[in-house]
């Protein structure tokens, strides 16, 4: 696997997809019991924002100006979202940055950590060596986690059920492979045999070559529980731009979560727009009971 995910941490499909991870967990937080947050592809934990204008040996345009950039000085954003910036503001802080952009990005699992309570668990898997090597080091003292390199999918099956009974597991390949989505539905399929009541989130760009309409065939031919579809579009059909939006399937989300997470769309959509003719939208594939 060749994907470095520095290069565009902080973009768009970033902010997406850790808004919506935030509201899950604080979703789930609703209930005093804990649960486990499994990371199948947590990637290094923390991004310099400043290594995606290197490049690995080139100059490149970093792309965390048209994402976190977007949201970073703004104080009218909705109370779901500003809690996501807040996090993320917090984290540069900490981690040493004093000017007035941001340096320093938290990945999926330092963001769920931050707000982790002492009866949560965490979960952390990377294959990659160089950014297993990197999570290890974020995490070497970290309470209430573990970090191994093992596939993501195959951490499906060995980690699931956890002792809690309750989980959220966040699916986030590089999709680089083919075969992608379908590794995934495989890998959905053993996830709800293994923890049916389990809430599962799967990101996946939109683009010509990740066939995401493929994805959503492949899914329904599963067993469904309550699943819904949140998308995001920053540029019309007829855009340039290789990756035109995001989403997030969502399967046995937390309870009314939807009426969080729907308006945030359109919203995401327009704060994040680099063409016209986006949106954003939420879809139910399976309702709630």
């Not at 969502?250 to 986006?278: C, F, K, R, S, Y």
């Given at each position: 696997?060749?994907?470095?995910?520095?290069?565009?941490?902080?973009?768009?499909?970033?902010?997406?997809?850790?808004?919506?991870?935030?509201?899950?967990?604080?979703?789930?937080?609703?209930?005093?019991?804990?649960?486990?947050?499994?990371?199948?592809?947590?990637?290094?934990?923390?991004?310099?924002?400043?290594?995606?204008?290197?490049?690995?040996?080139?100059?490149?345009?970093?792309?965390?100006?048209?994402?976190?950039?977007?949201?970073?000085?703004?104080?009218?954003?909705?109370?779901?979202?500003?809690?996501?910036?807040?996090?993320?503001?917090?984290?540069?802080?900490?981690a040493g940055n004093s000017g007035s952009l941001p340096h320093f990005y938290p990945g999926s699992p330092r963001l769920v950590q931050m707000i982790a309570r002492a009866q949560d668990?965490?979960?952390?898997?990377?294959?990659?060596?160089?950014?297993?090597?990197?999570?290890?080091?974020?995490?070497?003292?970290?309470?209430?986690?573990?970090?191994?390199?093992?596939?993501?999918?195959?951490?499906?099956?060995?980690?699931?059920?956890?002792?809690?009974?309750?989980?959220?597991?966040?699916?986030?390949?590089?999709?680089?492979?083919?075969?992608?989505?379908?590794?995934?539905?495989?890998?959905?399929?053993?996830?709800?045999?293994?923890?049916?009541?389990?809430?599962?989130?799967?990101?996946?760009?939109?683009?010509?070559?990740?066939?995401?309409?493929?994805?959503?065939?492949?899914?329904?031919?599963?067993?469904?529980?309550?699943?819904?579809?949140?998308?995001?579009?920053?540029?019309?059909?007829?855009?340039?731009?290789?990756?035109?939006?995001?989403?997030?399937?969502?399967?046995?989300?937390?309870?009314?979560?939807?009426?969080?997470?729907?308006?945030?769309?359109?919203?995401?959509?327009?704060?994040?727009?680099?063409?016209?003719?986006?949106?954003?939208?939420?879809?139910?594939?399976?309702?709630?009971?």
């Amino acid at each position: 696997m060749n994907y470095r995910h520095h290069f565009h941490a902080g973009n768009f499909a970033d902010v997406c997809k850790h808004a919506l991870l935030v509201q899950l967990v604080r979703g789930l937080q609703r209930k005093e019991k804990g649960f486990l947050f499994l990371d199948t592809h947590a990637g290094r934990g923390r991004y310099d924002l400043s290594a995606a204008e290197r490049g690995d040996t080139l100059e490149r345009k970093p792309e965390h100006p048209d994402g976190i950039g977007r949201l970073w000085g703004r104080s009218d954003l909705p109370a779901a979202l500003a809690e996501y910036a807040t996090l993320v503001r917090e984290f540069d802080q900490q981690a040493g940055n004093s000017g007035s952009l941001p340096h320093f990005y938290p990945g999926s699992p330092r963001l769920v950590q931050m707000i982790a309570r002492a009866q949560d668990r965490l979960a952390l898997c990377e294959k990659h060596p160089e950014e297993f090597v990197a999570l290890r080091d974020e995490f070497t003292f970290a309470s209430r986690t573990s970090v191994q390199q093992i596939d993501g999918y195959t951490a499906l099956r060995a980690m699931l059920p956890p002792l809690e009974k309750r989980a959220l597991v966040l699916i986030d390949p590089p999709f680089e492979e083919q075969d992608e989505f379908a590794r995934i539905v495989a890998g959905l399929r053993d996830g709800l045999r293994r923890l049916p009541g389990g809430t599962f989130a799967v990101w996946y760009p939109l683009t010509e070559r990740a066939r995401a309409d493929a994805f959503l065939d492949e899914l329904t031919m599963l067993d469904l529980p309550p699943t819904f579809m949140a998308e995001v579009t920053i540029a019309g059909e007829d855009t340039l731009l290789k990756m035109k939006g995001c989403g997030l399937a969502v399967l046995n989300p937390p309870w009314q979560i939807d009426q969080t997470v729907a308006p945030l769309l359109p919203l995401l959509a327009e704060l994040l727009a680099q063409a016209p003719g986006g949106g954003g939208h939420l879809r139910w594939l399976v309702p709630e009971r």
